[in-house]
């Protein structure tokens, strides 16, 4: 107890005062005779203040240690208390000013640590929240951006970055505009922060080759706090549409080349060409032409569009790839020989045995050997090669005709494309020989690979997945 300063302090002023009462005592008693009864008086009155002095210091400690040892305890227990710990509870014993002081702190530090269990729980609760909003937004396809009103960018998830292209920048922090240089996007989010409605866009992102739909909407809060951005990849939904407009526009053209063929010749025979029997064979020719035409059209597009819908039952089986490529190439042998080219076969490896189904596979071959000899010069020559790599049986079908440019190599498999317009329709082509092809390959497990090269030819290269290589 003694060792408090304050307590020190006012023992230390109590003994001086005392001292100093006793000295002007004595000098006083000094000062007079001894045999003078005052001097007597005095004297005793020096006695007794002694006397009293002895029993005041130590009550005086006992009062000191009453009123000073409370105070201590709770500074010491604030002092803990700011420093973020738990205090021990301050005894109180006494119930006078001092007891209920202590009470009421002993109140407050448990209402303290009730409140901060509370937060520890609370805190807890939004970390858990927070993870699992995170572990959410990175799950999810679409990308989220989040920017505040002054257009900084809270978050980010990683399917924003990559639909963005962001990975080389720290974009938590930044401004919008600083991060993804899109006019349209900026333009977005401050129509959103003044309105009140949801924003929708969508936009092209030069640097990734991609469409983006963009919805944005405002966040909860007045004034607005910000915006929360939803991108969606509509690329390939774009890319699909665009090929479905293709795909009707080249049917309808693919239609009514044939069709208005037909037509012009029945005109023309009903307005009387019908009585020359010369022109009208001729012209019935022509009819019975078109309608081959227009048949073998809607042949391939029924079959293309069994063989994308699955409808198309094939039975993929093991199948020797040589004997159907020399069925196919009989087939081919008197077209080709009426066109003067040369058709070869070379096998190297037999039997080939692969993964397909053997009428689709027939197909398959059929197509590239018709596409060979329609676009190969007389006098020119169709090399046909069977064999395997690792696990792989191949077939080959190489020409020296004319050729396709490197740059319409990825485009030769879409529907109705044509490298050479007009040649095609001279050949009576349909356009879809080599997508069916790639489909097929697909059904059955494999692929098709093309090297050609203007003016020296083509090699269209189809791999089927291996059921037995014979050494």
Request: charged fraction near 20%; include cysteine.
């Given at each position: 107890m003694l060792s408090?300063?304050?307590?020190?302090r006012?023992?230390?002023?109590?003994?001086?005062?005392?001292?100093?009462?006793?000295?002007?005592?004595?000098?006083?008693g000094?000062?007079?005779?001894?045999?003078?009864?005052?001097?007597v008086?005095?004297?005793r009155?020096?006695?007794?203040q002694l006397?009293?002095?002895?029993?005041?210091?130590?009550?005086?400690?006992?009062?000191?240690?009453?009123?000073?040892?409370?105070?201590?305890?709770?500074?010491?227990?604030?002092?803990?208390?700011?420093?973020?710990?738990?205090?021990?509870?301050?005894?109180?014993?006494?119930e006078?000013?001092?007891?209920?002081?202590?009470?009421?702190?002993?109140?407050?530090?448990?209402?303290?640590?009730t409140?901060?269990?509370e937060?520890?729980?609370?805190?807890?609760?939004?970390?858990?929240?927070n993870?699992?909003?995170?572990?959410?937004?990175?799950?999810?396809?679409?990308?989220?951006?989040?920017?505040?009103?002054?257009?900084?960018?809270?978050?980010?998830?990683?399917?924003?970055?990559?639909?963005?292209?962001?990975?080389?920048?720290?974009?938590?922090?930044?401004?919008?505009?600083?991060?993804?240089?899109?006019?349209?996007?900026?333009?977005?989010?401050?129509?959103?922060?003044?309105?009140?409605?949801?924003?929708?866009?969508?936009?092209?992102?030069?640097?990734?080759?991609?469409?983006?739909?963009?919805?944005?909407?405002?966040?909860?809060?007045?004034?607005?706090?910000?915006v929360?951005?939803v991108?969606?990849?509509?690329?390939?939904?774009?890319?699909?549409e665009?090929?479905?407009?293709e795909?009707?526009?080249?049917v309808?053209?693919?239609?009514?080349?044939?069709?208005?063929?037909?037509?012009?010749?029945?005109?023309?025979?009903?307005n009387?060409?019908?009585?020359?029997?010369?022109?009208?064979?001729?012209?019935?020719?022509?009819?019975?032409?078109q309608?081959?035409?227009?048949?073998?059209?809607?042949?391939?597009?029924?079959?293309?569009?069994?063989?994308?819908?699955?409808?198309?039952?094939?039975?993929?089986?093991?199948?020797?790839?040589?004997?159907?490529?020399?069925?196919?190439?009989?087939?081919?042998q008197?077209?080709?020989?009426?066109?003067?080219?040369?058709?070869?076969?070379?096998?190297?490896?037999?039997?080939?045995?692969?993964?397909?189904?053997?009428?689709?596979?027939?197909?398959?071959i059929?197509?590239?050997?018709?596409?060979?000899?329609?676009?190969?010069?007389p006098?020119?020559?169709i090399?046909?090669?069977?064999?395997?790599?690792?696990?792989?049986v191949?077939?080959?079908?190489?020409?020296?005709?004319?050729?396709?440019?490197?740059?319409?190599?990825?485009?030769?498999?879409?529907?109705?494309?044509?490298?050479?317009?007009?040649?095609?329709?001279?050949?009576?082509?349909?356009?879809?020989?080599?997508?069916?092809?790639?489909?097929?390959?697909?059904?059955?497990?494999?692929?098709?690979?093309?090297?050609?090269?203007?003016?020296?030819?083509?090699t269209?290269?189809?791999?089927?997945?291996?059921?037995?290589?014979?050494?």
């Amino acid at each position: 107890m003694l060792s408090s300063p304050l307590v020190r302090r006012v023992l230390w002023l109590s003994a001086a005062f005392s001292v100093f009462c006793l000295i002007v005592l004595g000098l006083v008693g000094l000062s007079v005779p001894l045999q003078d009864p005052v001097s007597v008086l005095w004297w005793r009155l020096l006695v007794t203040q002694l006397f009293l002095i002895a029993i005041a210091l130590p009550l005086a400690a006992q009062l000191m240690h009453r009123w000073v040892a409370p105070v201590i305890d709770l500074t010491r227990a604030a002092q803990i208390l700011s420093e973020g710990k738990h205090p021990n509870r301050v005894a109180a014993e006494y119930e006078d000013e001092l007891g209920q002081l202590t009470h009421a702190f002993n109140e407050m530090v448990q209402n303290v640590e009730t409140r901060h269990e509370e937060l520890q729980l609370s805190r807890q609760q939004v970390t858990s929240d927070n993870e699992q909003l995170a572990t959410i937004l990175e799950a999810m396809v679409e990308g989220v951006i989040a920017v505040d009103h002054d257009q900084k960018i809270l978050l980010a998830n990683m399917a924003a970055i990559q639909l963005l292209d962001l990975k080389s920048f720290n974009v938590v922090g930044r401004r919008i505009w600083e991060a993804i240089r899109l006019p349209q996007i900026h333009e977005l989010i401050q129509l959103t922060l003044t309105e009140h409605q949801q924003k929708r866009l969508e936009v092209a992102v030069p640097w990734t080759y991609s469409t983006v739909a963009v919805v944005a909407s405002r966040l909860p809060g007045t004034p607005c706090p910000g915006v929360v951005l939803v991108l969606h990849d509509v690329t390939e939904l774009r890319r699909l549409e665009n090929l479905r407009r293709e795909f009707v526009s080249n049917v309808s053209h693919e239609l009514k080349t044939p069709l208005a063929a037909i037509t012009a010749y029945t005109e023309t025979l009903l307005n009387g060409a019908l009585e020359d029997p010369e022109v009208a064979r001729t012209f019935v020719g022509r009819i019975d032409e078109q309608g081959d035409r227009l048949n073998s059209l809607i042949l391939d597009l029924l079959e293309l569009a069994r063989i994308e819908s699955g409808e198309h039952v094939f039975h993929v089986s093991s199948v020797e790839v040589n004997d159907v490529l020399a069925a196919s190439i009989d087939a081919h042998q008197a077209i080709a020989e009426s066109k003067q080219l040369t058709l070869t076969f070379t096998a190297k490896t037999s039997p080939l045995m692969g993964q397909a189904d053997a009428e689709g596979l027939r197909t398959t071959i059929d197509n590239l050997i018709g596409n060979a000899i329609n676009y190969t010069r007389p006098g020119g020559v169709i090399h046909i090669r069977s064999g395997h790599e690792g696990k792989w049986v191949t077939f080959e079908v190489e020409d020296n005709g004319v050729g396709i440019p490197k740059e319409l190599q990825g485009r030769i498999f879409e529907r109705f494309f044509r490298v050479d317009q007009a040649r095609s329709r001279e050949v009576g082509g349909t356009g879809l020989g080599l997508s069916i092809v790639k489909h097929l390959c697909q059904v059955f497990g494999g692929h098709i690979k093309v090297r050609s090269q203007v003016g020296v030819g083509s090699t269209f290269t189809v791999y089927l997945e291996a059921s037995n290589l014979s050494a």
